[in-house]
């Protein structure tokens, strides 16, 4: 490391409103940036093909007709009620 010598002081900066009030601000609740949610995406959901209408996903048992359980690694959820049915792999 070498010592350099100290440069000339550097300009203060200008007092721009010097006069003006500082205004006590109060400590604001941060909101959080809110990732988008995600819709579903229905068509996702169902295949037709030649009239006829697949359906993609589980369907809940205990919601019916209508209710799709969401896909996981190992496992099959109700948004709407929870419940969960785990896929027996073994
Ligand atoms: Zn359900």
Redesign the pocket.
Known sequence: MSKQPAPAPAPAPAPAEAAAPVEEKKPEKKEKPKAPKRRIQVHKLYKADDGSLTRLRKE?P??GRG?FMAQHGDRHT?G????TTYASKA
């Open positions: 809940c205990r919601c209710y109700c709407h009620c929870g419940f």
